[in-house]
């Protein structure tokens, strides 16, 4: 198999489209062989920064058209993306470093791209959220992207309190000058003994990974001013699994088992609240045993 196509069209489609292409978190040798080969053949490459995707492009030598696509101009670049289509143009989506649309501009122009009847093509390739995830070793029960958190503690904490209970490991970018605070509220809401991988800088000079508990976490950054600079992935792994029932598969157990008999109400709890059929069954029994011992 060559390493490249025959020519520079052949990575593209006969229609026109949108290619949403990721771009290296730092590192340059990680620009995958297809993402170079779409940005040469576009006609136009829509950047959230411009001046800092020149940089890049310049670097492998592409020398197709920019178009500033950012969080302040979105919607009416959006608009431009659609004109370029309707006039037969290929257009290529970046962002800054990574995949566009996941905390960085580009969904909301993806989604009037659709809307438009064009197509959308994914050129997967980096994403910090994953690269983060892919070390942290407690992603086996799944993970939950969060992205950024709000800049105010009190909004902060709000978002955090429904997460828990939360299983599924969860992600977290987060700004160089509120890491700190983000995690102490991470620490205040999961508690102490939640461990988490810190990620600084992935693939650039001064990569950084380290992973302890939230506990320690005050600790780390103060040993090192350097350890809150750059760029951050937080994931927390999830929550342990609770002994017995929580207090609202219970309620609804009970409920259940007043007017139903116990197989049928253990199966209608578990339709209701995801909870396990057998631990289910195996509650309503006692409860069912307890009620009758009262009686």
Not at 52 to 73: F, M, P, T, V
Not at 96 to 106: F, I, K, L, N, Q
Not at 125 to 130: F, S, T
Request: proline share 6%.
């Amino acid at each position: 198999m060559s390493e490249f196509p025959s020519t520079p069209t052949a990575v593209l489609s006969r229609t026109p489209s949108l290619y949403v292409v990721a771009t290296p978190l730092g590192n340059l040798q990680d620009m995958s062989f297809r993402a170079l080969g779409v940005l040469r053949a576009v006609d136009t490459i829509a950047a959230e920064d411009t001046r800092h995707s020149q940089r890049l492009l310049d670097a492998y030598g592409i020398r197709s058209k920019l178009l500033a696509l950012h969080e302040h101009n979105e919607q009416a670049a959006a608009g431009q993306l659609i004109e370029r289509l309707s006039q037969g143009e290929n257009i290529a989506l970046i962002t800054d470093a990574g995949t566009p649309a996941v905390s960085d501009p580009g969904a909301r122009a993806v989604a009037r791209v659709r809307a438009a009847g064009f197509p959308v093509v994914p050129v997967p390739g980096p994403c910090a959220a994953v690269a983060a995830l892919s070390v942290a070793g407690f992603g086996e029960d799944g993970f939950r992207f969060v992205g950024f958190l709000p800049p105010k503690q009190a909004a902060r904490c709000a978002r955090l309190a429904p997460l828990r209970d939360e299983r599924a490991a969860l992600v977290f970018y987060e700004a160089p000058h509120r890491v700190e605070e983000c995690v102490a509220d991470l620490a205040r809401e999961f508690g102490p003994a939640r461990r988490v991988l810190v990620a600084r800088e992935l693939t650039k000079l001064h990569e950084e990974i380290a992973c302890f508990s939230l506990g320690e976490a005050a600790a780390w950054f103060a040993a090192d001013t350097n350890r809150v600079r750059g760029e951050f992935v937080l994931v927390v792994e999830g929550a342990p699994a609770r002994e017995g029932l929580d207090a609202e598969t219970e309620r609804v157990l009970t409920l259940l088992l007043a007017e139903l008999p116990v197989k049928r109400a253990a199966r209608l709890a578990a339709d209701i609240t995801g909870a396990a059929k057998n631990a289910l069954y195996a509650r309503a029994l006692e409860l069912k045993g307890e009620a009758e011992g009262e009686g």
